[in-house]
Structures are given as structure tokens and as C-alpha cells.
């Protein structure tokens, strides 16, 4: 069972109290400053987390995001068999994947987050110092660069929100260290086209070396979406007093709009009782009296208009609770 709920309040808390030493104005400055960054999609010249203040104003600003889109992704793979006892982060930062992914495994034993920044590792080590999970208090944040990572294995590498950082070549060489590394591998980025073009390009790379697709693909063709199309999902952020003041905002939520792929190297699950999902819901579900439409991507390589009446039964009751992003009941 899911423990996502329980490790974001965690989170949030430690969070909280982890932007209590930092000067508000200042806080709000560098704030701006990563807005107006991740708004650009030209890779970085230099690392985007300059500072402490940085650090504290993206883990105030993005982290809650970043661990909502990434708690997602980790319980559907949970869903699907994967059941990983080592986690790498490559470029984790804070540690947003370590949090998601100890939500989602009970198997999860050991997690290890790589980053340059090394004022970003140490905000990590503090924020997991009275996490409940083993897993995460015993998590090592260790200084490391993109192309001289230490030789280190893992069942899972995740590698989130960060290829846009990076030229094309930092990340097909980012994306090899991560297949060398582990036996699964997560790419997650914004649910934006050039983040989508990003994921297809690492799907490529996945596929041509013989892995197997684990989410949120239903098939291994060509992505079946129409010309300006792309493929990306939400996750609901509840966001806390402080994250609503740094962002100016109201509502006491927001969406993390994300696009990710998963799959695992030849041999980690091929096992026959994994059955293949019918297909992934890629638009919210329109639900009207007696039956849900789902626009989906399905098995067969096509994506198109699927409809579930009341007449299905058990299938329609499981469609009225699905939700964009699922696997198709």
C-alpha cells in the first residue's frame, strides 16, 4: 500500500522547517530568479542552485512538485512488479525521487543521491534526519558530477528534471550512465513539448538497447499522437503556507504537469504473470451518466476514444474512479 500521502506531509514539514533560516526577502529573490530559469529551455551554463538561498528557495518552490510527479510515476511502477531494494539519484539534488521512491517500495533498503551542488546535498541530509523511513535516514547525499559518476549499482537510477540542463550530448551520456548503473531506470521532466521530445529521445535510447518499456507506454512503436500532441500527465501538489506566499498564489493546490518513461533491462522482469496494462488514460475522463470516455494510448500502437458504459459492471465502477494518467480499467 501507498505511503505518498504521509511522506508528503513528512515532507512538507520538514521543508517548513528547513526555510525557517533563511532571510524572506532574499528567499523570494532567488525564488524569481529559478522561476525565470526553468522557464528557459537552453541548457545551463552554469549549475542553476548558485547558493544556499538558491537551494532553500527550490526546495521551498519546485521540491514539492518534483516529489509529487515523482510519487506518481513510483506507485505505477510499484503497481507493475517493480519492487527495487537500491535507489540511485543521479543529479537528485534535495532528494525529491529519494522521497517518492521510499513512498512507493517496502523493499526499498538503500538510497544513494548524486549532485554537484553541494549546499543541495546538505539541505537533503537535513531534511531526511528524522524521516520515518530507514531507507531515507540512512540515505547518503554524496558530491559527485554528470560523466564522472563513482562506479555505484542500483536496482532503480532515476534521473528527474534535469536533461533540460543539459545539451544533447550531456544528455544521451547522462541517459547511458544511467542504463550502465541500474536495472531500471525512471526519467521524469516537465509535462511541456520540449520536455515530451526530451523522454521520446531517451525512449529511443532505452529501446534500441533492448529494454523493456515499463510505464506509461502500453506498447514499444512510434507514440501514436497527432502532430503538435504530447504525451504528459498531472500530479495534485498541496502546497503549504510558504509555498504559497514564494509563488503568489491562493489556492491551496496546484498540478505538476510532467512526462516521464520507465523500463528495466533484459531479464529484471520478465516474468510471465506481469500482465500488460490495456492501455494509458491521456486526457482527464469525461464522466456522464451511465458510462466514462477515456482518450487513451492502447497495446496495438494506436491511441484513440475508449468508452465504458454501466453496462461493463465491475470495469465501469473501477472507470468512474480512474483518473488522467492511469492505466486504462
Known amino acids: 500500500m501507498s505511503r505518498t500521502p504521509a511522506y508528503a506531509a513528512e515532507l ?24 525565470s530559469r526553468y522557464r528557459s529551455v537552453a541548457p545551463a551554463s552554469a549549475p542553476i542552485l548558485a547558493s544556499r538561498v538558491h537551494v532553500a528557495a527550490y526546495a521551498a518552490y519546485r521540491m514539492p512538485a518534483t516529489h509529487a510527479a515523482l510519487s506518481r510515476v513510483m506507485a505505477d511502477l510499484a503497481d ?22 521510499a513512498g512507493a517500495f517496502d523493499s526499498l533498503e538503500s538510497v544513494t543521491v548524486l549532485d554537484q551542488v553541494e549546499d543541495a546535498l546538505t539541505l537533503g541530509r537535513d531534511l531526511v534526519a528524522d524521516a520515518a523511513s530507514p ?16 562506479q555505484l549499482e542500483a536496482d532503480l537510477v532515476t534521473v528527474s528534471y534535469v536533461l533540460s540542463e543539459l545539451d544533447e ?13 541500474g536495472r531500471a531506470v525512471v526519467v521524469a521532466e516537465p509535462g511541456t513539448p520540449d520536455g515530451y521530445a526530451r523522454v521520446l529521445r531517451v525512449r529511443s535510447a532505452l529501446l534500441a538497447a533492448g529494454w523493456t518499456l515499463l510505464g506509461p507506454c502500453p506498447h514499444s512503436m512510434e507514440c501514436p499522437l497527432a502532430q503538435g500532441d504530447w504525451c504528459h500527465f498531472a500530479a495534485r501538489v498541496s502546497r503549504s503556507a510558504e509555498h504559497r506566499r514564494l509563488k503568489g498564489a491562493e489556492l491551496s493546490y496546484e498540478d ?13 522482469l520478465d516474468s510471465p504473470t506481469r500482465e500488460a496494462i490495456s492501455g494509458r488514460i491521456l486526457r482527464h475522463p ?13 497495446p496495438d500502437g494506436t491511441a484513440g476514444r475508449e468508452v465504458v458504459s454501466k453496462k461493463a459492471g465491475e470495469r465501469y465502477r473501477r472507470a468512474r474512479d480512474a483518473e488522467w494518467g492511469d492505466a486504462l480499467p
Open 80 to 101: 507493475r512488479g517493480l519492487a527495487p531494494r537500491s535507489l540511485l539519484d543521479l543529479g537528485g539534488g534535495t532528494g525529491a525521487a529519494a522521497w517518492a521512491a
Open 12 to 35: 512538507r514539514t520538514a521543508l517548513s522547517r528547513a526555510a525557517r533560516g533563511v532571510d524572506e526577502r532574499e528567499l523570494t529573490r532567488a525564488t524569481e530568479a529559478l522561476v
Open 256 to 268: 505538476e504537469k510532467f512526462s516521464w518513461v520507465a523500463a528495466a533491462a533484459p531479464g529484471v
Open 169 to 181: 550530448r550531456q544528455q544521451d551520456g547522462l541517459v547511458a550512465d544511467a542504463m550502465r548503473l
Open 286 to 298: 469525461l464522466k456522464r451518466k451511465g458510462l466514462v470516455e477515456f482518450q487513451v494510448c492502447r
Open 135 to 150: 531507507a531515507l535516514r540512512g540515505a547518503t547525499f554524496r558530491r559527485a558530477v554528470a560523466g564522472a559518476w563513482p
